[in-house]
Each structure stands twice: as structure tokens, then as C-alpha cells.
């Protein structure tokens, strides 16, 4: 079983930043590619970000120069630096595990709130 542990999310100003922390296993840190969706109301789950083992991201247009997605080996967790947020931001953000062989299994979700 694949768990996901998420933290930090909250409520933030435009141009503000956050950072979300998502603890896992060290048996599925090791072996599966870790990243972040986001669901805002209303909408579907979108891709935000994924970052494979050997440490590449890839990110969603929306969000590139924006958010950092990075891993610590020693820690076992993934981070999504979260800099210039905008009010389209909010929305509730999941961490995620995938592989190829798996699929993907989800974290909590966390909110993060735009305020004006």
C-alpha cells in the first residue's frame, strides 16, 4: 500500500509562496516517480508537476518558472516550491506516486487558498 503523506498548504496573498511537502516510504520513494495535481472547484484533477527518480521535472505550462517540484533523498519527500501564486492557484493540490507498472496512488490533498 502506497501512502502519501501531504503538508503546507494554506492561505496566501498574489505574489505570495508556499511550499508543499508530501512524505512517503522509503520503499516507494525509491521506486516510483513523485509529483503533484490540483483540483480547483468544479474542475477536473490537473497534472501540476513530476519529478522521475533520477531527479528530472517536468511541468505543467501554467505553472513553469513559477513552481519547483524537488526531491530529498534522505528525507524520503518531495517539495512543490510554490513562488508568484496567483488567485487561479487555489485549488486542493495532491501528491502523487507513479509507475509504470502501478498507476498512480494519491495523497490527502491539500488547499491552497488565493486571497485578495
Known amino acids: 500500500q502506497v501512502q502519501l503523506v501531504g503538508s503546507g498548504g494554506g492561505l496566501v496573498q498574489p505574489g505570495g509562496s508556499l511550499r508543499l511537502s508530501c512524505a512517503t516510504s522509503?520503499?516507494?520513494?525509491?521506486?516510483?516517480?513523485m509529483g503533484w495535481y490540483r483540483q480547483a472547484p468544479g474542475k477536473q484533477r490537473d497534472f501540476v508537476a513530476i519529478i522521475s527518480l533520477n531527479g528530472g521535472a517536468v511541468y505543467a505550462d501554467p505553472v513553469k518558472g513559477r513552481f519547483t517540484n524537488s526531491r530529498d533523498n534522505a528525507k524520503n519527500t518531495v517539495y512543490l516550491q510554490m513562488n508568484d501564486l496567483k488567485p487561479e492557484d487555489t485549488a486542493v493540490y495532491y501528491c502523487?506516486?507513479?509507475?509504470?507498472?502501478?498507476?498512480?496512488?494519491w495523497g490527502q490533498g491539500t488547499q491552497i487558498t488565493g486571497s485578495s
Open positions: 502523487s506516486a507513479y509507475q509504470k507498472h502501478a498507476g498512480t496512488d
Open positions: 522509503r520503499r516507494i520513494f525509491i521506486a516510483y516517480a
